[in-house]
């Protein structure tokens, strides 16, 4: 089988999850191919909490890499905010749009290509990258987050220290001038720049 960011001809294996936030069980569809399928991943959670606690804009996000949709889906939700949900996996896509329309969230959900030419300009850009992709592929997330950020902006990104924690923050620094750990959960850090 192809890894969760690429898109492979197997069979689909669709199942449901439940996940509970703020007195609201969520319930996404997912599928075999797409990461984390069986829950939602500690990582993604925390990343979650985080933003909700954290964020107090309004306008639009981007959830980049936003695989099944949990992400854009969850802060839309709660904190009444556009998603704009970007993926590389066709099946994913297809999963965000039903899991967004499930949960009557107004949501972009598009393929990278199609990202690249709308200009967006949001202030919350959120992503829990796909590491296994490769450094590079992370690394241009970053500078897509700088980019796409109004002023003022917010950018997090959830990471563990074993996948280059340490060289993440630095490049955010160096790329908004600052950088802040804005929690850290078993093992998970939410890293947070501000444009």
Same mark, same amino acid.
């Given at each position: /089988?192809?890894?969760?960011?690429?898109?492979?001809?197997? $069979?689909?294996?669709? *199942? +449901?999850?439940? @996940?509970?936030?703020?007195?609201?069980?969520? &319930?996404?569809?997912?599928?075999?191919?797409?990461?984390?399928?069986? !829950?939602?991943?500690?990582?993604?959670?925390?990343?979650? &909490?985080?933003?909700?606690?954290? @964020?107090?804009?309004?306008?639009?996000?981007?959830?980049?890499?936003?695989?099944?949709? $949990?992400?854009?889906?969850?802060?839309?939700?709660?904190?009444?905010?556009? =998603?704009? /949900?970007? +993926?590389?996996?066709?099946?994913?896509? !297809?999963? *965000?749009? +039903?899991?967004?329309?499930?949960?009557?969230?107004?949501?972009?959900?598009?393929?990278? +290509?199609?990202?690249?030419? /709308? =200009?967006?300009?949001?202030?919350?850009?959120?992503?829990? $990258? =796909?590491?296994?992709?490769?450094?590079?592929?992370?690394?241009? /997330?970053?500078?897509?987050? #700088?980019?796409?950020?109004?002023?003022?902006?917010?950018? %997090?990104?959830?990471? !563990?220290?074993? !996948?280059?924690?340490?060289? %993440?923050?630095?490049?955010?620094?160096?790329? #908004?001038?600052?950088?802040?750990?804005?929690?850290?959960? &078993?093992? %998970? %850090?939410?890293?947070?720049?501000?444009?």
């Amino acid at each position: /089988m192809s890894h969760y960011f690429t898109t492979d001809n197997t $069979p689909h294996e669709f *199942s +449901e999850i439940k @996940f509970s936030f703020n007195d609201h069980v969520y &319930r996404f569809k997912t599928d075999r191919g797409v990461f984390s399928k069986n !829950q939602i991943d500690y990582g993604t959670e925390v990343l979650i &909490r985080t933003v909700f606690s954290e @964020f107090k804009g309004s306008g639009d996000l981007i959830d980049m890499g936003a695989g099944y949709g $949990p992400i854009g889906t969850v802060l839309g939700k709660e904190l009444g905010l556009r =998603p704009v /949900m970007v +993926e590389v996996n066709e099946d994913a896509i !297809q999963l *965000s749009i +039903e899991n967004t329309r499930r949960e009557k969230v107004n949501a972009d959900v598009l393929d990278r +290509e199609s990202y690249e030419d /709308m =200009p967006f300009n949001v202030s919350l850009y959120v992503t829990n $990258p =796909p590491f296994r992709a490769g450094k590079d592929t992370v690394l241009d /997330m970053l500078s897509d987050g #700088f980019k796409r950020l109004d002023l003022k902006g917010e950018f %997090y990104m959830v990471v !563990q220290k074993k !996948q280059g924690m340490a060289s %993440y923050k630095k490049h955010l620094k160096a790329l #908004f001038g600052n950088v802040e750990i804005a929690s850290k959960d &078993r093992g %998970y %850090y939410i890293l947070k720049s501000t444009k």
